[in-house]
């Protein structure tokens, strides 16, 4: 069973950033497409970016698009997700996730394994 611990959250002000990590229980999650999550009180769980086993093919969500990169160094056993210019709508819980498919999923039932999530809060 693999498990993952997602970190990084906090609490900014708009424009500043925020670098979230993910960490693996085991190195086999190199072998795994990864991807970040996110959700807000009363919304439903929204995609935010994933990429690749190899990290050769990262996706992200129209919200996210020059403003986050989705990293990961499989050597360290880590993912990170960089977000840039935060807002006061990218408040959520985001979460990790990861999945034994080649390519990244962009909805929630793509991914088996969870973080617990960390939470992301800006404020104007």
């Known amino acids: 069973q693999l498990q993952l611990v997602d970190s990084g959250g906090g609490v900014v002000q708009a424009g500043e950033s925020l670098r979230l990590s993910c960490v693996p229980s085991?190195?086999?999650?190199?072998?795994?497409?990864m991807g970040w999550f996110r959700q807000a009180p009363g919304k439903e769980r929204e995609f935010v970016a994933a990429?690749?086993?190899?990290?050769?093919?990262?996706k992200y969500a129209d919200s996210m698009k020059g403003r986050a990169t989705i990293s990961r160094n499989n050597a360290k056993n880590t993912m990170n997700l960089q977000i840039d210019n935060l807002r006061p709508e990218d408040t959520a819980v985001y979460y990790c996730?990861?999945?034994?498919?080649?390519?990244?999923?962009?909805?929630?039932?793509?991914?088996?394994?969870w973080g617990q999530g960390t939470q992301v809060t800006v404020s104007s």
């Open positions: 996730a990861a999945d034994a498919r080649i390519e990244p999923g962009t909805t929630p039932r793509d991914y088996k394994y």
């Open positions: 990429i690749r086993y190899s990290g050769t093919n990262q």
């Open positions: 085991a190195h086999g999650a190199r072998n795994y497409a």
